[in-house]
T-cell receptor
Framework: EPEVTQTPSHQVTQMGQEVILRCVPI?????FYWYRQILGQKVEFLVS????????KSEIFDDQFSVERPDGSNFTLKIRSTKLEDSAMYFC??????????????FGDGTRLSIL | QQQVKQSPQSLIVQKGGIPIINCAYE??????FPWYQQFPGKGPALLIA?????SEKKEGRFTISFNKSAKQFSLHIMDSQPGDSATYFC????????????FGAGTQVVVTP
């Protein structure tokens, strides 16, 4: 079964540094998403991406964050000038169409980001 | 603002029991309600989803009950097995949004042998 893959599985970074989290969505999917889950808390939406542009973002997704689809297979989340509170599990998801009905979101296994 | 409220936070049942997880939502524009299962170290995996035009949906041992007037929906796991031990999340979204899923806080289910 096709799956969403994320790398690395664990990223440790010094506060203030930039990190790039990488995702390879399911190959025929057109909609891409990033979510985060702070330890012990619920999964929170960050951003959705379609047709090479952001379609919706949450209030968490401020100027510190950016997303990019640099080629036909990868989808990246960049976090600039990381802060301690950015420590979380970051999940990438993709769907074949807009969510709802027969177009569910499929999640990767996440990247655990630890800011020191 | 907590758009989707989930309870209980955790529950323990014996094998064969029926754990029931409840969710309530506030936004009447929500029209898609999925349930996700998450094992430690893994991402959420879609279990079953429902739209508000039906009151119940079954897939295998998993059943969603939906009460549109009460703005509540619940997951029942029939004949639960130790392998069902996981964290379960309800979620909600609007078709006219760009796929933003609003998740509940999660319920950790433990099924004892």
């Amino acid at each position: 079964e096709p799956e969403v893959t994320q790398t690395p599985s664990h990223q440790v970074t010094q506060m203030g540094q930039e990190v790039i989290l990488r995702c390879v969505p399911i190959s025929n999917h057109l909609y891409f998403y990033w979510y985060r889950q702070i330890l012990g808390q619920k999964v929170e939406f960050l951003v959705s991406f379609y047709n090479n542009e952001i379609s919706e973002k949450s209030e968490i997704f401020d100027d510190q964050f950016s997303v990019e689809r640099p080629d036909g297979s990868n989808f990246t989340l960049k976090i600039r000038s990381t802060k301690l509170e950015d420590s979380a599990m970051y999940f990438c998801a993709s769907s074949g169409g807009r969510t709802g009905g027969n177009q569910p979101q499929h999640f990767g296994d996440g990247t655990r980001l630890s800011i020191l | 603002q907590q758009q989707v409220k989930q309870s209980p936070q955790s529950l323990i049942v014996q094998k064969g029991g029926i754990p029931i997880i409840n969710c309530a939502y506030e936004n009447t524009a929500f029209d898609y309600f999925p349930w996700y299962q998450q094992f430690p170290g893994k991402g959420p995996a879609l279990l079953i989803a429902i739209r508000p035009d039906v009151s119940e949906k079954k897939e295998g041992r998993f059943t969603i009950s939906f009460n549109k007037s009460a703005k509540q929906f619940s997951l029942h796991i029939m004949d639960s097995q130790p392998g069902d031990s996981a964290t379960y999340f309800c979620a909600a979204s609007k078709t006219d949004s760009w796929g933003k899923l609003q998740f509940g806080a999660g319920t950790q289910v433990v099924v004892t042998p």
